[in-house]
């Protein structure tokens, strides 16, 4: 099975740099992946990082350690926009749950002006 | 269509009826995953189809829940017997593929379930 722990909340301004923390136990691994939901809205994906070290798209990175079994997702110069819920997700690896894919609880980001 | 689309939007239902919810896919997409999202809270997996075949229902909460999946498309979950903690979004996603190389979730805007 797998386990993901990441913080249920995290405020921040505009113009600011956030970082959303995911560690994870897992009995095989094949990947952290981030995804994003607004309110109301359905999860959208963000990045994956299927080896160690970092990931970038645009304003938003992720990072995977795996001997630490933690990644991360970093939010740069946010935007209100970016106010919505930010989820961990990695997907086991074999036996007869290959290719469930298990999402954390989700951190609710709330960016103030 | 352009995107994973679910039937219906939103539900109603008295407890003990029974009720089938729907899933199309992004066309050409061989996975497909049922999800049960209770508010604010994470996303539950229930189930996977890999083409029609179902590898792993272990997911699913109890006996009364069931899916199918036909000629690799359209998906259908069915809640029997519905309970008060039935009442959730459930959420569809499909990917091109379940294993291999990673291929991200696209979901659907889900079906809001109340169950009175």
């Not at chain 2, 219906?8 to 003990?16: A, D, F």
């Not at chain 2, 996977?48 to 699913?60: E, I, M, R, T, V």
Request: net charge negative; glycine share 12%.
């Amino acid at each position: 099975g797998q386990s993901l722990e990441q913080p249920s909340e995290v405020t921040a301004v505009e113009g600011a740099i956030v970082q959303i923390n995911c560690t994870y136990q897992t009995s095989g691994f094949y990947g952290l992946s981030w995804y994003q939901q607004h309110d109301g809205g359905a999860p959208t994906f963000l990045s994956y990082n299927g080896l160690d070290g970092l990931e970038e798209t645009g304003r938003f990175s992720s990072f995977l350690s795996r001997s630490d079994s933690y990644g991360y997702l970093l939010l740069q110069e946010l935007q209100m926009k970016d106010s919505a819920s930010y989820f961990c997700a990695v997907r086991d690896y074999g036996g007869s749950t290959l290719g469930r894919l298990y999402f954390g609880r989700g951190t609710q980001l709330t960016v103030w002006p | 269509g352009a995107g994973v689309s679910q039937s219906p939007s939103n539900k109603v239902t008295e407890k003990g009826k029974d009720v089938e919810l729907r899933c199309d896919p992004i066309s050409g997409h061989t996975a497909l995953y049922w999800y049960r999202q209770s508010l604010g809270q994470g996303l539950e997996f229930l189930i996977y189809f890999q083409g029609n075949s179902a590898p792993d229902k272990s997911g699913l909460p109890s006996d009364r829940f069931s899916a199918e999946r036909t000629g690799g498309s359209v998906s259908t979950l069915t809640i029997q017997r519905t309970q008060q903690e039935d009442s959730a979004v459930y959420l569809c996603a499909s990917s091109l593929a379940a294993t291999g190389p990673h291929s991200p979730l696209h979901f659907g805007n889900g079906t809001r379930l109340t169950v009175t």
